[in-house]
Nanobody, 115 residues
């Protein structure tokens, strides 16, 4: 079993920054990918950014140029640096990990951007 604990969400004004963290623990074997998704009220969950074991990154168009995904392998932690935040970035952000053929999700962290 794998546990994901997210932190770093909060309330920020438009134009501000936040850094989300997601620490993975438990029965970790080789990690295929780690990523961040978000879900706004009334909308489907969508990919924000992901990173493979080979450090290939993928960003949603809305995140390109503003968000950066990174990871610390020694800490089994993935980060999402979010800059130039906009009100439309308001959502619950979820960490996701693909390992040993399974996908695991964190509990989510709320990000609210005020105008």
């Amino acid at each position: 079993q794998v546990q994901l604990v997210e932190s770093g969400g909060g309330l920020v004004q438009a134009g501000g920054s936040l850094r989300l963290s997601c620490a993975a623990s438990g029965s970790l074997s080789s990690i295929n990918s780690m990523g961040w998704y978000r879900q706004a009220p009334g909308k489907q969950r969508e990919l924000v950014a992901s990173m493979t074991s080979g450090d290939t990154t993928n960003y949603a168009d809305s995140a390109k140029g503003r968000f950066t995904i990174s990871r610390d392998n020694a800490k089994n932690t993935v980060y999402l640096q979010m800059n130039s935040l906009k009100p439309e970035d308001t959502a619950v952000y979820y960490c996701n990990i693909h390992t040993a053929g399974y996908y695991y999700w964190g509990q989510g962290t709320q990000v609210t951007v005020s105008s």
